[in-house]
């Protein structure tokens, strides 16, 4: 990976390059040194989002050259293209959607997608959803034994677990307090025990997640359910009371005994890391009641609104998306991380990493040929106040370029102040990212415990954090539903930007199945009895050894 910079050959790029020699060693907290207006002009207030990019290693001039990169390389028509449901993901022949699935709550916005006016359907769905909804929370549809349901179970991967778990755990404490919501994802059978440990098998209801219904984990777990209502003295034919099915695939749903309007569709343009917005919204909806869920997807139409609107200067996820540019293509960076302060938010590092790997982590341009500079990050990040105990160490000293997202709260969800330690610990690790400690600071602190002077000269150099390590800081009145669906929509279209400025199709996936059909095979030779697999010595040699330790 020589990692040139040219996913267009634009005079942009070069101009990009040469302006990166220039500033390469520039220290940010000099920036802030020069410009007392710094923080005004490198930072974005939409409703209550705040973002502050300005602890980043940009300059006006880094900024104004990389919206003329944009420009140059068809950001704006690009995100116009995708609004108007072209098909912009050219190898799966389809549109990409997502957004159409919060702007259909507005009348006025149809969307016209291969002749048919898509936004009907979308509306239908969500009537639908709503409609379930409110039947589970009145009781007028129950379980086989006529017992009301407590328990919503949804069994799904990847983006049919991430979205929806990312919003039931980020706004539980907006959700109906009688019901239950759990998790069921992996093929790890203790995945499933754990889950289904001490529940009501008869109050029960599985939602099985699954745009293609062929996804070999979600279809193992979706037996495993089926097995549990029957050992509890369910009924065969009663288990269709107990299932629900969200899928593109309804011939397949139905052929696996899902009930016709317990069958919810998950629309084909509406990407599967993206599908919270669509049918993959339902266990959420059901737990935090459709007005709720309203409030979720009008915050994600107001960023829509945002992005498809408001120029590069003052547009919140083109600033980022450049900004993530400048740094993977010309800092070298090799990863992305999340760390949100608020506990409520801790499934959003995961939330992004799908979106971003699964959506950028692509090594081919859109005319096919072989590309030469880097794309998709390495996405990690855990909840911030556990990351300062723990990976922070290597962000002060370690030598590796991490720039990081912090976010964190105004208010609790429930409108109390006592977040200030979130914020003072935020702010806190932002500065000495900047600032750092030099060897005079750490001198005078030694010499003030009294230290003697040789020990503070053998001492002080592993104090010294060279700081300049960049962060962009997010700060928002509360975690409220509409907030998270801004937040959510932000890291989309970020995300989109980095695709379209990498010259790479953003919503396929074609490296997941290789990797899918290979299990299937080391499965089955995984069951055969003394059968020599025909393997690199490794993968026969852990083949056999498995074999050995089951004996
Ligand atoms: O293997 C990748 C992937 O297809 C993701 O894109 C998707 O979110 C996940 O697996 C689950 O796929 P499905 O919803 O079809 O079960």
Redesign the pocket.
Known sequence: MTNTFNPYGLPAEKKLAQHFEKIKQIKIKDLFVKDPKRFEKFSIKDGELFADYSKNIITEKTLELLFEFAEQSGLKQAIEDMFLGKKINATEQRAVLHTAARSFLKEDDSVISDGVDITAGLRELFEKIADFTKKITAGTIRGASGKIFTNIINI?????ELGPKLLVSALKTFGNKNLKVKFISSPDPSHATEALKQINPETTLFIV???????KE?LLNYKTARKWLLNAGIQKEDLKKHFVAV?ENKKEALNSGILPNYFFK?ESFI???C?IWSGAGLCPCIFLGADIFTDFLSGAYQMDIHFRRQPFEKNLPIILGLIDIWYYNFFNAQTWAVFPYEQALSVLPFYAA?LCM?SNGKSVDRQGKKINYHTAPIVWGMPAPGAQHSCFQALHQGTRFTPADLLSPALTQNGNKNVEILAANHFAQAEVLMNGKTQAEIYNELKKTGASDSFIKKTAPFGIIQGNSPSTSFIYKKLTPHLLGKLIAMYEHRIFVQGILWNIFSFD?WG??AG?QMADKILSELKQQNKKPKRDSSTAGLINTFKKFQE
């Open positions: 799904g991967i990847g983006g049919s997640v699954s745009k293609s219904f062929t996804t979600t899928s998950t990407n599967g890391r599908s799908q699964e996936q997941v199945e899918k």
